[in-house]
């Protein structure tokens, strides 16, 4: 093998390996924008201002309008070769990131039928229940859906869903 057949093979290895980089990077960038527009274009149901002052729509929008401009601004730095994220989680990782996701999506589907604090304490066990002992799992869920329910329900008068017996 020739000194040129080496630099070839090497530059060809960069070029593959900057290629993962790269595709990795735009799936991300791709992720985040439709992410960020899908949230917009719901946000646009809800009115923007109220008697009072800011509407419902206010927070959604501008967080989802900030999450396409945080989109877009990483989509420029991978195509200009400035990203510096790491590779695609492993199975492991892949798998935690998948089962988060099934989580909140079975989460926001039981909300209406369980209601905030149940739903919400029993989404906080599933989620935690590979870190922590069954009975401080139990505390802190029911302690943290119970703090956010006083805070929201209680204190700032946010009507949150409840269940059929009223919590």
Known sequence: MSVDDGRQAEMAESEVKAKKKFGNGIWGAAGILVFGIVFFVYSLQFP??????????????WLSGMLILLGLL??????????????????????????TIGSMIVYVALLPHLGFTTASTAFLFVLLLKSY????NLAISIGTSAFLYALF?????VQLPLNLLGF
Do not use: C, H, Q
């Open 48 to 61: 923007y201002t109220s008697e009072i002052g800011p509407g419902p729509g206010l927070f959604p929008l």
């Open 74 to 99: 990483y989509l420029r730095n991978v195509l200009k070769g400035n990203d510096t994220s790491e590779k695609m989680p492993d199975r492991k990782g892949l798998r935690k990131v998948l089962f």
């Open 133 to 136: 002992r069954w009975y401080v």
């Open 153 to 157: 329900a209680l204190f700032l008068g």
